[in-house]
């Protein structure tokens, strides 16, 4: 135990003396951020310190690309919710100021994210067919792939939400695969939506269910686990031709 203690300190210990400027220049910059405009362009600036600028942009705007899915979705349904706020190394979300309680709007709101998403990924494959540049063909794999991962059906996840409207015991499903990522692949963002994601499925489970029509649950079914198929395919796809063509440029 006093080993890996050891270890793990010593680690941070690398992390913050090679990076230790960094991050400090990250911190005092993002406490100054007050409006999504603002995140957004500290969350590019954070990626670009670590991960190159071409990256940074082509990434946040991915994330801004599904992010409005959501915001459109979402007054399309005559709701009221802000512009992306971003989180450098954990994504984005919007500020919701309308709550519906109907889990086919839910489930339209949630679906629209990782179709915008999935077509923001798409139009990047396209420019690398075009162009041949890896660092598109790269951004197009992480399109895919973060889209793939938001559609585990588990809350606070989209997939979560689209489920809903399905079936409510794919949460459960959701759950055991969010656990067995966690044990396998161990990572701070897991272990957080296992938390949440068990808290609501404790919370929703002596809730009764919300009666929707065998239609809306056979077509909320269809394009869930489609896009599903699709995005899996397409992050297979991407990835093994990223290994036969190298890393990308930083």
């Given at each position: 135990?006093?080993?890996?203690?050891?270890?793990?300190?010593?680690?941070?210990?690398?992390?913050?003396?090679?990076?230790?400027?960094?991050?400090?220049?990250?911190?005092?910059?993002?406490?100054?951020?007050?409006?999504?405009?603002?995140?957004?362009?500290?969350?590019?600036?954070?990626?670009?310190?670590?991960?190159?600028?071409?990256?940074?942009?082509?990434?946040?705007?991915?994330?801004?690309?599904?992010?409005?899915?959501?915001?459109?979705?979402?007054?399309?349904?005559?709701?009221?919710?802000?512009?992306?706020?971003?989180?450098?190394?954990?994504?984005?979300?919007?500020?919701?100021?309308?709550?519906?309680?109907?889990?086919?709007?839910?489930?339209?709101?949630?679906?629209?994210?990782?179709?915008?998403?999935t077509?923001?990924?798409?139009?990047?494959?396209?420019?690398?067919?075009?162009?041949?540049?890896?660092?598109?063909?790269?951004?197009?794999?992480?399109?895919?792939?973060?889209?793939?991962f938001?559609l585990?059906?588990v809350?606070?996840?989209?997939?979560?939400?689209?489920v809903?409207?399905?079936?409510?015991?794919?949460?459960?499903?959701?759950?055991?695969?969010?656990?067995?990522?966690?044990v396998?692949?161990?990572?701070?963002?897991?272990?957080?939506?296992?938390?949440?994601?068990?808290?609501?499925?404790?919370?929703?489970?002596?809730?009764?269910d919300?009666?929707?029509?065998?239609?809306?649950?056979?077509?909320?079914?269809?394009?869930?686990?489609?896009?599903?198929?699709?995005?899996a395919?397409?992050?297979?796809?991407?990835?093994?031709?990223?290994?036969?063509?190298g890393?990308?440029?930083?």
């Amino acid at each position: 135990m006093k080993r890996r203690t050891a270890g793990v300190l010593a680690a941070i210990a690398l992390i913050l003396g090679k990076f230790g400027a960094k991050l400090w220049a990250v911190a005092k910059l993002l406490a100054l951020a007050k409006g999504p405009i603002l995140t957004m362009l500290l969350t590019v600036v954070t990626y670009a310190l670590f991960l190159g600028w071409q990256f940074a942009v082509g990434f946040v705007l991915l994330l801004f690309v599904h992010e409005m899915g959501h915001v459109v979705a979402i007054r399309l349904k005559g709701g009221d919710a802000s512009l992306p706020y971003f989180i450098p190394f954990l994504g984005a979300f919007i500020r919701l100021r309308t709550q519906f309680l109907d889990p086919r709007e839910d489930a339209f709101v949630g679906i629209a994210g990782p179709i915008a998403g999935t077509i923001g990924a798409l139009v990047c494959w396209l420019v690398y067919g075009w162009t041949g540049s890896v660092l598109m063909l790269f951004l197009s794999y992480v399109g895919f792939f973060i889209n793939l991962f938001n559609l585990l059906p588990v809350y606070p996840l989209d997939g979560g939400r689209v489920v809903r409207a399905i079936h409510r015991k794919l949460w459960g499903v959701g759950l055991a695969v969010a656990a067995a990522l966690a044990v396998t692949r161990p990572n701070v963002i897991l272990f957080l939506i296992l938390i949440f994601g068990f808290i609501e499925f404790w919370r929703m489970r002596r809730q009764p269910d919300l009666w929707i029509p065998t239609v809306s649950r056979i077509r909320y079914g269809l394009v869930y686990f489609g896009l599903v198929a699709f995005l899996a395919a397409a992050s297979w796809g991407t990835h093994n031709l990223l290994m036969q063509l190298g890393p990308p440029p930083a």
